[in-house]
């Protein structure tokens, strides 16, 4: 069992950043690949960024985000975060940790475990 806690979601204007972070607690977690997927209203759960918890591979994003988001993890502290510049409008979203035994997911039935969700709402 892998219990996921997202934090630092919130409100920001077209242009601006925020970080979220997600913590990570259970057993076997070097195991787990992790990473972000986001629902708009209305829309399917999309993936946005994975990373595994080993030093080998690198990290995944979804094309829209590349450039402007950054996922990163500390193996020590068993935190993965993802930094969004360049935010626009269509990044509106709740955003959602998510971990899978062995390989990335970026599709959301392969994921394994979800955290509970973090809004992030830009506004133009």
């Known amino acids: 069992q892998v219990q996921l806690v997202e934090s630092g979601g919130g409100l920001v204007q077209a242009g601006g950043s925020l970080r979220l972070s997600c913590a990570a607690s259970?057993?076997?977690?070097?195991?787990?690949?992790m990473g972000w997927f986001r629902q708009a209203p209305g829309k399917e759960r999309e993936f946005v960024a994975a990373?595994?918890?080993?030093?080998?591979?690198?990290?995944l994003y979804t094309d829209s985000v590349k450039g402007r988001f950054t996922i990163s993890r500390d193996n020590a502290k068993n935190t993965v975060d993802l930094q969004m510049n360049s935010l626009t409008p269509e990044d509106t979203a709740v955003y959602y940790c998510?971990?899978?035994?062995?390989?990335?997911?970026?599709?959301?039935?392969?994921?394994?475990?979800w955290g509970q969700g973090t809004q992030v709402t830009v506004s133009s």
């Open positions: 990373i595994s918890w080993s030093s080998s591979g690198s990290p």
């Open positions: 259970g057993r076997f977690l070097s195991s787990y690949a």
């Open positions: 998510a971990a899978r035994w062995g390989a990335v997911a970026t599709v959301p039935r392969r994921v394994d475990y």
